[in-house]
Each structure stands twice: as structure tokens, then as C-alpha cells.
């Protein structure tokens, strides 16, 4: 694999792309009828995540729902003393256009309350579900800033079934003073305009693809990620993922290469400087306009 900093300079101190390694960490059976039938494998997969991250000495930022916090104290625990960071992925993983603002404002206050129950470290970023922030519910940002988070990663920049917000533009933003929005990386290459390094997207796509929009990619930019536990096990049992409307090809794709998953991410890890979302903002806040 090329090295992937090898053309420009840009923001960081070195040539290599700056990744944000972003974990979704929500329990795929609960948004799901009957989901409790089937087998828990929530624990076994983030520990071989965390076992991954060790492997490859690098922090990343689980995006946790404060549902799954209190279902797994111990786990999440865990995750907080191997140095990761916990932010807040809402409290039961419900999109915002569902919610009115005092709703949200509510459910993020739990999901923060879980997460700081478990780790001393403040909650300091919040993933919106399904990337809805979308700009009839930029209200969230005022929530956000109410409890005294930082940043977001909520935002998908284009035209997407589900949710997108075309016009944001690619940089990370400040939404308001001490708030900024951190837009998941997207490809460059004549694809649509979808998420570069993404659970399905990450997992489906033609890895050279991947390769390409890396290499093309702003380096005064960071790469923002997400995988989910579901995205590297290969013996989860069949049934029909949320938000698909029951679409068979698009649940067969949510099955497609998860044994790739990890191959794909340790080689892009080793061509780039990760971080955990809040350091990189730390080192780059006062770039953001
Ligand atoms: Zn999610």
C-alpha cells in the first residue's frame, strides 16, 4: 500500500493523514423486534476490538449508547482503562428527526449520566444515530453545547437514503462558540458521494476505491471512521437490520466481507497517525472556523 502522506504537508506534524478512529458501540438487537432472541455477542466482539487496538498501540473513540452503558457496566469500564475514549452515541440510538429538541435534550443527558457513571473522564463528543443531524434538527447543537460537549460527529455530507446534509461541505465546522462539527470522511472517486471509511462502505467496496479516495484525500483534513462490533463478526446469525425497510440486497450487504473489516483497517492504521477524536480536536481546535 502506498503511503498514504507521501504527497503534501498539510496539518499534521508529519506527511501522514491524520485518522479519526471512531467506534459505534450499540447492540444491533435492540432495534430490532424480538431481538433478544438471538445470541449476545456484543462483549466478545468489542474485546476483540479493544484486542485489535492493542495490537496496533493506537486509542480510538467508542461512540456508546448510554442503553448499552448500563447493560454493560464492566465493559465499558474496561474500554475507559485501556485509555479509549467513551463519548455519547445518544441514550437508546434513536434518530433526531424523531425527537423534539426537549426529548433529545433529555435522552443525550442520560447517555452522558451512563457513560460518566462508569469512567471519571468527561464526555466530551456525541455521534447522532445514523448520522441524522440534518439541518432541520441543527437545534441538537444547542443541547450539545447545553451539556458541555465539545464536538460532533454527526454529519454525513451529501445526498444519502437515509440521512445527509449536502451543503455542509467537507471541513469541520464550529456550529457554535466551543462546538464543532467533525463530517465523516467522504469517498473521492466517481462513486456517490459515501462514507470513506465506514462499516458496510469499508467492508464492500473495492479496497483499491478505498486506496484512491485516501490518497486524493485533503491532508488539512482528518479522516473521520466508524465501524460497529457487528461489522467484524462473521457468526452473527441472520436477521433483518434496522432502518433497511426490510431490503434483502441491502441486508445481504450488511453481511458482505466482515472478515475484511479489520485486514482493510490495519492497513490503513499503518499508513496514517490515529488519534482519538478528542486529541486530534485538541491539537486542532483553534484551526476550526
Ligand atoms: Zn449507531
Given amino acids: 500500500m502506498p503511503d498514504l502522506g507521501q504527497r503534501t504537508g498539510g496539518a499534521s506534524s508529519d506527511s501522514k493523514l491524520n485518522l479519526l478512529l471512531g467506534i459505534d458501540l450499540e447492540d444491533v438487537r435492540d432495534h430490532i423486534p424480538g431481538g433478544s432472541r438471538y445470541q449476545d455477542r456484543l462483549g466478545f466482539n468489542v474485546e476483540r476490538i479493544l484486542r485489535f487496538l492493542d495490537d496496533h498501540q493506537t486509542k480510538a473513540t467508542f461512540f456508546t449508547v448510554g442503553l448499552v452503558a ?26 433526531l ?29 456525541f455521534r447522532a444515530p445514523t448520522f441524522s443531524l440534518i439541518p432541520s434538527c441543527e437545534w441538537a447543537y444547542d443541547a450539545l453545547v447545553d451539556n458541555n460537549l465539545l464536538y460532533s460527529s454527526s454529519v454525513l455530507a451529501a445526498k444519502n437514503p437515509l440521512f445527509g446534509w449536502p451543503g455542509f461541505g467537507t471541513r469541520p465546522r464550529r456550529m457554535r462558540p466551543g462546538l464543532v462539527e467533525i463530517p465523516v470522511s467522504l469517498h473521492r472517486t466517481p462513486l456517490p458521494r459515501v462514507p470513506l471509511l465506514g462499516g458496510v462502505y469499508l467492508r464492500v467496496l473495492p479496497f483499491s476505491l478505498t486506496r484512491i479516495s485516501l490518497f486524493r484525500h485533503n491532508r488539512e483534513l482528518p479522516v ?10 462473521q457468526d452473527q446469525e441472520r436477521f433483518m437490520h434496522p432502518d433497511l425497510d426490510g431490503n434483502h440486497l441491502m441486508n445481504w450487504l450488511m453481511y458482505l466481507n466482515r472478515n475484511k473489516t479489520l485486514v482493510r483497517l490495519s492497513k490503513i492504521i499503518a499508513s496514517c497517525r490515529s488519534w482519538r477524536y478528542i486529541d486530534w480536536l485538541d491539537q486542532y481546535s483553534s484551526e476550526i472556523k
Avoid at 448500563?70 to 434518530?95: F, M, N, W, Y
Avoid at 426537549?102 to 463528543?125: M, N, Y
Avoid at 473521520?224 to 463478526?233: C, G, L
Fill in 70 to 95: 448500563r447493560r454493560l457496566p464492566g465493559l465499558i469500564k474496561t474500554i475507559a482503562d485501556e485509555g479509549h475514549e467513551l463519548a455519547s452515541h445518544s441514550d437508546r440510538h434513536v434518530q
Fill in 224 to 233: 473521520t471512521s466508524y465501524i460497529h462490533p457487528y461489522d467484524i463478526d
Fill in 97 to 125: 428527526n424523531k425527537l423534539t429538541p426537549e426529548e433529545f435534550s433529555s435522552d443525550l443527558k442520560r447517555s452522558i449520566d451512563a457513560l460518566e457513571h462508569v469512567t471519571s473522564d468527561r464526555v466530551s463528543g
